[in-house]
């Protein structure tokens, strides 16, 4: 995955295969994070979006607005929707089965019952996450904060074990906060960016791939 914004592609590095990747968040940043990462993540080859939705979804506008500023080809992103927990699972599944490479799935708990006592649903998809990335898929959460905790995502606490990789995302007037909170291999790292930073280009949008690869994405 792949966000053509530095300081957040510096942050998450290094990414061993298998890890899972998760941002999560004041959504007004997160659903614009979404975009981006989808289109930069295009130009590297297929990208399956799975966005969980009462109503909206992907902006085609955003996403060919941020197609000008960064390298990427539309054509390799495929969206599919899900309008209810039922819908994420058989779409995780099919994912798994057809053998996808890279997937983002924004907002996967979104239509969890608001009694934890019924959070099994969460469980279920979190089982359907880990079975897409035991398939071989590189996959990255976009999540919202939790209904029942400030500091932690949606999903409950199996979810959040199972994510290697988690960065907190708050906006403030001008800049946004990125709190790496969980990294196998790094501590605690705070870093800053402007929001109006996600609707630009970047001149790191256009290494190759082969050099995060061979440089650890620094």
């Known amino acids: 995955m792949f966000t053509a914004l530095p300081v957040l592609d510096e942050l998450i590095r290094p990414l061993p295969e298998g890890w899972v ?38 902006s085609p506008y955003l996403m060919g607005r941020l ?35 890279e997937v983002l799935i924004a907002d996967p708990y979104l239509h969890l019952p608001n009694d934890p006592r019924k959070y099994w649903l969460g469980t279920a998809v979190t089982a359907s996450i880990r079975e897409l990335v035991r398939s071989g898929a590189e996959v ?10 400030r500091f932690l995502p949606e999903g409950g606490n199996y979810h959040h ?16 906060r990125a709190d790496l909170i969980k990294h196998p291999l790094k501590p605690h790292i705070i870093k800053y960016f402007r ?9 790191a949008s256009h290494r190759t791939l082969l050099d995060w690869v061979s440089k650890g994405g620094a």
Do not use: C, M, P
């Open 21 to 58: 990747v998760e941002f999560f968040g004041d959504w007004d940043v997160i659903e614009v994070l979404l975009h981006r990462a989808a289109v930069a993540s295009s130009a590297f080859g297929r990208v399956y979006v799975i966005f969980t939705q009462d109503f909206g979804g992907l």
């Open 67 to 101: 197609s000008k500023v960064i390298r990427s080809d539309l054509s390799n992103v495929f969206i599919a929707r899900a309008f209810k927990v039922e819908d994420t699972l058989a779409l995780l599944k099919k994912a798994a089965e057809e053998g996808v490479k």
């Open 140 to 149: 990255t959460v976009f999540n919202r904060v939790s209904r029942f905790g």
């Open 161 to 176: 074990h199972s994510i290697h990789v988690l960065v907190g995302l708050s906006r403030g007037s001008v800049s946004v």
């Open 195 to 203: 929001f109006a930073d996600l609707y630009r280009g970047s001149s």
